[in-house]
């Protein structure tokens, strides 16, 4: 029996972690993938504190460091399901159960998909949610972003560092990006906009050669040729092992002590509702949650 086990050991799961192990409770991070966290893949992060300029991968690597350093123990698995039986929290995963007092959630989110014919099949051969993982195969060559938040930038800006021409699609006509972003790839000469527009399919045999656009003002139609589609169109939470309030998009409801619905059960980082997300709101709720689980755990005792 644990005190607590965390899922997920990105930003706001090893934060959850080391405040955890300093309070003094048997804690059990589980992870799924050996590369956890979707910052791990953004080439360069400047608005994390502490850090002029860091690549994600670096920082992970400093937050596991920091988290194992303190006690955490660590262990890769996939679970399956959380679930609360008799007081106590029920984790099923591949490899077997484990039982704990409390529980945090957070488990992060993935790429949303556009949705659209040709995105599943020609997936790795030239639709991509990751200019990091597969920027560099497409030196000299023609891309689209799809998105106008600070990823789809962020990325522009790696892409238009490797590409020909970099092609920004985008549903509106002015961006979600922060000022900085904004300023920066209005400074690139190989990126343009495409505004008001969006992707109806991907087409392609073996890799993709072009894609359908329908500008939504005026409802044409056009086809235009290029070699690989970057999408960045929002994500969805990684939240479907666990039975508590929800939004319609799956993010988990929280109060502000980080609680679901279920009494023990927390929520941290980008599995959770929140009108941000970002490595330091992450760290933030992990924190919290880590707070508020050992406040749990200590009423559980009272109540004896």
Same mark, same amino acid.
């Given at each position: 029996?644990?005190?607590?086990?965390?899922?997920?050991?990105? !930003?706001?799961?090893?934060?959850?972690?080391?405040?955890?192990?300093?309070?003094?409770?048997?804690?059990?991070?589980?992870?799924?993938?050996?590369? !956890?966290?979707?910052? %791990?893949?953004?080439?360069?992060?400047?608005?994390? !504190?502490?850090?002029?300029?860091?690549?994600?991968?670096?920082?992970?690597?400093?937050?596991?460091?920091?988290?194992?350093?303190?006690?955490?123990?660590?262990?890769?698995?996939?679970?399956?399901?959380?679930?609360?039986?008799?007081?106590?929290?029920?984790?099923?995963?591949?490899?077997?159960?484990?039982?704990?007092? %409390?529980?945090?959630?957070?488990?992060?989110?993935?790429?949303?998909?556009?949705?659209?014919?040709?995105?599943?099949?020609?997936?790795?051969?030239?639709?991509?949610?990751?200019?990091?993982?597969? =920027?560099?195969?497409?030196?000299?060559?023609?891309?689209?972003?799809?998105?106008?938040?600070?990823?789809?930038?962020?990325?522009?800006?790696?892409?238009?560092?490797?590409?020909?021409?970099?092609?920004?699609?985008?549903?509106?006509?002015?961006?979600?990006?922060?000022?900085?972003?904004?300023?920066?790839?209005?400074?690139?000469?190989?990126?343009?906009?495409?505004?008001?527009?969006?992707?109806?399919?991907?087409?392609?045999? *073996?890799?993709?050669?072009?894609?359908?656009?329908?500008?939504?003002?005026?409802?044409?139609?056009?086809?235009?040729?290029?070699?690989?589609?970057?999408?960045?169109? =929002?994500?969805?939470?990684?939240?479907?092992?666990?039975?508590?309030?929800?939004?319609?998009?799956?993010?988990?409801?929280?109060?502000?002590?980080? *609680?679901?619905?279920?009494?023990?059960?927390?929520?941290?980082?980008?599995?959770?509702?929140?009108?941000?997300?970002?490595?330091?709101?992450?760290?933030?709720?992990?924190?919290?949650? %880590?707070?508020?689980?050992?406040?749990?755990?200590?009423?559980?005792?009272?109540?004896?």
């Amino acid at each position: 029996m644990y005190d607590l086990i965390i899922i997920g050991a990105g !930003p706001a799961g090893l934060t959850a972690a080391i405040y955890a192990v300093r309070y003094g409770l048997n804690t059990l991070v589980i992870e799924k993938n050996v590369i !956890p966290g979707q910052i %791990a893949t953004v080439t360069t992060i400047e608005n994390y !504190p502490g850090f002029t300029s860091i690549s994600g991968m670096e920082l992970m690597q400093k937050f596991k460091e920091h988290a194992e350093g303190a006690g955490a123990t660590i262990q890769n698995n996939n679970v399956i399901s959380v679930k609360e039986e008799q007081g106590k929290k029920v984790i099923t995963t591949d490899d077997g159960g484990f039982e704990t007092r %409390a529980v945090i959630l957070a488990t992060g989110a993935n790429p949303r998909k556009l949705g659209v014919e040709g995105e599943e099949r020609l997936l790795t051969k030239g639709v991509s949610y990751c200019a990091t993982c597969d =920027g560099p195969l497409y030196g000299d060559l023609k891309v689209i972003v799809v998105g106008g938040g600070d990823s789809a930038m962020t990325d522009a800006l790696v892409l238009s560092g490797i590409a020909k021409k970099v092609y920004v699609v985008h549903r509106r006509n002015e961006l979600r990006a922060c000022s900085i972003l904004q300023e920066r790839v209005s400074k690139k000469e190989n990126i343009s906009f495409i505004w008001d527009t969006v992707i109806q399919e991907i087409q392609g045999d *073996e890799l993709v050669e072009k894609v359908v656009l329908k500008n939504l003002n005026t409802g044409e139609i056009t086809d235009m040729a290029i070699d690989g589609v970057f999408i960045y169109v =929002g994500i969805d939470p990684n939240t479907s092992m666990v039975d508590t309030n929800k939004t319609e998009n799956g993010f988990i409801v929280t109060d502000e002590q980080m *609680e679901s619905s279920v009494k023990g059960i927390f929520a941290a980082g980008d599995c959770r509702r929140t009108s941000v997300w970002q490595v330091v709101t992450a760290v933030s709720d992990g924190a919290l949650a %880590a707070i508020s689980a050992h406040e749990y755990i200590i009423s559980l005792d009272l109540e004896r």
